[in-house]
């Protein structure tokens, strides 16, 4: 049974809110799979953290990924800020997709909130990683699903840290203060993983921003440059026609993307203590402000 809210315009809230992330979502998958040539896998990236994430992760999309009418997508997207968007978002789209449905799982079957999160920790990196990182992705390993998981380890569990730094207190301390969020079936359940979402996106970008800085992870790119598996596009041109001075510029300029220090063993260790410091803060904050036992 629904209980009544304790904020009683939090409900019509939602409801607009919901409205308007619908029309988000139809906006972006239309421009996504018939106007913009980046990798299949991102449409679906950014078609899911706009479900869970509205018109800000719509207006995101517009500002950092759609190819605009006077500019190539490959010189769009080449600043650092927007390709660490881009990782931030195939991060969030697999790692929030595991921890929305672990969340709506574990909260039908009446789990207490401690074992809930351990349960959203264990599947959304699962997920994230299995999933979206080394199969989704596996092309850029050479075809190899092994080869694509050892490489995504680690800048995966380093981006899983930081998102549940800022999910875990926001969950938590919500849910603490309106059981009815605690239901799948509530709109408030539906509102609170939106703006969690939206708060370890915020927590995560910084470290993205780092992992495509020191080549650990990988931004955005086109099929124009990267081929359909984003495995490259000379690869996919052998043995076929020769390539045209347009896709020799956009192979260029998604080579220029990739150039950059890369990270020593030291830094790795270093960034992975900060997100593990950030979690352990996350997590400070939730026990303080929330229940963990409800």
């Known amino acids: 049974m629904t209980m009544p809210s304790p904020v009683p315009w939090l409900d019509p809230l939602l409801i607009v809110w919901f409205a308007l992330t619908a029309l988000s979502v139809a906006y972006v998958a239309w421009d996504a799979f018939t106007r913009n040539p980046e990798l299949k896998v991102m449409k679906w990236g950014w078609l899911l953290v706009t479900l869970y994430g509205g018109p800000i992760m719509a207006a995101a999309y517009v500002l950092s990924c759609q190819e605009p009418a006077t500019q190539r997508h490959e010189d769009f997207v080449r600043p650092l800020w927007k390709q660490a968007f881009g990782s931030s978002i195939h991060c969030i789209a697999g790692d929030a997709t595991g921890i929305i449905v672990a969340a709506a799982i574990t909260t039908a079957l009446g789990l207490p909130m401690w074992q809930d999160v351990i349960a959203e920790y264990v599947f959304g990196f699962g997920f994230g990683l299995l999933i979206f990182q080394a199969l989704f992705m596996r092309d850029m390993a050479g075809g190899s699903y092994w080869e694509a998981l050892r490489a ?138 929330g229940r963990w036992t409800m």
């Open 152 to 289: 995504s380890f680690i800048p995966e569990w380093l981006s899983m840290n930081a998102v549940m730094a800022g999910m875990i207190p926001t969950m938590v301390v919500l849910m603490s203060r309106d059981m009815a969020a605690m239901h799948a079936s509530s709109l408030r359940f539906w509102g609170v993983m939106s703006l969690a979402t939206l708060v370890g996106f915020a927590v995560a970008y910084p470290v993205n921003l780092w992992l495509v800085g020191v080549r650990l992870k990988h931004g955005m790119g086109t099929v124009r440059a990267l081929g359909h598996g984003g495995h490259g596009m000379a690869a996919e041109k052998a043995g076929t026609a020769p390539m045209s001075g347009m896709e020799h510029k956009a192979i260029a300029g998604m080579a220029s993307i990739a150039e950059g220090p890369s990270a020593t063993p030291a830094q790795i260790v270093a960034m992975t203590v900060l997100t593990l410091l950030a979690l352990s803060a996350g997590i400070i904050v939730a026990t303080i402000g």
